[in-house]
């Protein structure tokens, strides 16, 4: 029972506490704003309207980072 609870996908939790993933697939639970805007309209979860957009575009962030890392 422990060995089982350990190893749980925690996907579950996050439709439970945030109502707006419910229905959004486990490939885009992480990252709701890959969904195309069909897939928004089709599992209730249009970005901007229903939830947040990005706050920090993660590829510019690590673009940004290496530059001042090779200044240095």
Known sequence: MVFVLCFQSPVPSF?????????????????????SESDQLLFKCKISENYPEPVVNHREAKEFALELFKKR
């Open 15 to 35: 439709r439970k506490y945030v109502p707006e993933l419910a229905n959004v697939p486990s490939k885009f639970i992480h990252n709701p704003s890959a969904m």
